[in-house]
């Protein structure tokens, strides 16, 4: 056998050891930096860099089977939605009446016909019924009370009280 053949093959295979041993560390690396982005806990990221060390591709495919099925960022992210579909259902107003979800923008509760806000006489912009003047044209609102008396310009329409719907009313809405 020539002498050259050897270390040709001496070399061959100290490149193909070189080559396994820099994919193992390069496995072990991407394990850890893997579980790190999953758990907050340092221990965890040693155990899945130990494992994968000695257990080599075998212990990355069992990694990969067992680790958290979400990441850090996307379990923040999903917090943030909840909590952001948690504040919209809360924001959203409820009828004083009968306590059932109404929108911004209805004048009567559908379920009890409770009165939830009046239109302004001059633009039709929606009020809240204790106040007396229209925040958008100045115009000076007509107060119907609850016991059916009309009160102009009142002042002192508790918030409390709204009224229910009630002929006056109808009547009012009607003509405009
Ligand atoms: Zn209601
Ligand atoms: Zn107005």
Known sequence: MPEGFDSFLL?????VVVTLAAFWLAIVIWAYRDMRSRS??????????????????????IYILLRPRETLAESYERSLEEEALL???????????CSQRVQHDWQA?????????KACVNCDYLLELPWNICPRCTTSQVNYTSDGTIATNSRHVKPSEPAPIDAKWVASQQVE
């Not at 907050?40 to 495919?61: E, Q, T, Y």
């Open 40 to 61: 907050r806990d340092p221990l965890a990221h040693w155990l899945v860099a130990i494992i994968v060390f000695l257990l080599s591709v075998p212990g990355l495919f």
């Open 87 to 97: 504040q919209e259902i809360e924001e959203r107003p409820t009828c004083p009446g």
């Open 11 to 15: 070399l061959i295979t100290i490149f």
């Open 109 to 117: 509760c559908p379920h009890c016909h409770h009165r939830l806000k």
